[in-house]
């Protein structure tokens, strides 16, 4: 009885030993490398996409607000009284120069034609008459010579009746665009006035009509006497569409106005695109990009990665321990999509493109090369146009220390 109290408590003792062992191993096992301590076991550091910047030639470009309009516009308008019998035009459509687009009644102009005809031949007629009686002084002088004024009058009015009747075919002042129709059949027009029935567009190509503030042109014109930037060719211009995208045809600067307008002191300008497949239409708004000056050392970086503090500009890298750090920065202006950094980077720092929500400035992140035609850093499933549309309000949602 006795040895077998002895082997039971002997088995107790070895269970209980057994039991602090693994409670023991799984201590071990949560304070390891990856745990709450930097384990392996504990959430990996956050991807995040970086890119190197490096330094060299950009030209510096501006953004400025315009609105299309079309080479030419030509308003078609009645030029006789009448009711209008038929359109001959789709809405919409190209038209020629001289093309038929509205038909307005003309029987009573052909009427009209037709008497002036008739007077015209009665006084040829009589004209003949009375010429071989002259010599004779059957017929004065006078009465001869008023009826070559009679004659003069009927063809004066024979040719205003043939005006008038062909006036009732409108025809195409420009080739061009034609807009809607402003009046339908059986509307009575050219009553005391031009009626107004269509509207023409020639819009390829089309003019872009933007301005840029003088105090800007100023600024510039300082900056190259002090030899701080170089002329770039302001020849070349690109228009930027609603969406943000760049038009794939480039246009050309026709003109920048001699004075500035004394309300927005402001001066005008004007560029002329391409437009072969009629996509960009007159009064549409679109932005003008310029060139105003180039920079020989200057840095680039995309426009999602600079950031705006209460300190002004900053950015945030990603040091050798591949930790964040905030980097305050000053820029010169855009060129194209991209800042232009003059001051606050080196060129060799890795800058923080995508991933900013994840990135607080000392938190360990794992940095990758940004490939802009890819989806973001640690969203490998998402196509890239979606990553990119969810990433562009990517901003920490606190303001790093370094800018306080």
Known sequence: MASHLHHTHKRALLASLLVLALAACSGEGQKGPGGPGGGAGGPPAPEVDVITPASGTSTLTQDLPGRLQAVRTAQVRARVEGIVEKRLFTEGSDV?????????????????????????????????????????????????????????????ALTRAKIDLENTKVPAPISGRIGRALVTEGALVGKGEATHLATIEQIDPVYANFTQSNSELLRLQQAFKAGKMKRADQARVELVQEDGSVYPLPGKLLFSDLSVDPETGAVAMRAEFPNPRHELLPGQFVRIRINQAQLDQAIRLPQRAVMTGERG??????????????????????????????????????????????????????????????????????????????????????????QK
């Open 96 to 156: 020629k120069q001289g093309a038929t687009l509205f038909h307005i009644d003309d029987r009573n102009y052909k009427a009209t034609a037709t008497s002036a005809l008739v007077d015209v031949e009665v006084m040829k007629a009589a004209l003949e008459r009375y010429k071989p009686l002259l010599p004779s002084k059957a017929v004065s002088q006078q009465e001869y010579d008023q009826a070559q004024v009679k004659l003069m009058q009927t063809e004066a």
């Open 313 to 402: 500009q900053y950015v945030l890298t990603v040091n050798a321990e591949n930790k964040v750090e905030p980097r305050p920065i000053t820029t010169t202006g855009m060129s194209g999509p991209d800042w232009l950094v003059s001051g606050g980077l080196k060129g060799d720092e890795k800058v923080i493109v995508n991933g900013l929500m994840k990135a607080r400035p000392g938190s360990a992140v794992k940095p990758v090369p940004w490939n802009p035609n890819a989806a973001p850093a640690g969203a490998p499933g998402k196509p890239a146009a979606t990553a990119d549309k969810g990433d562009k309000g990517d901003k920490p949602a606190a303001k790093p220390d370094a």
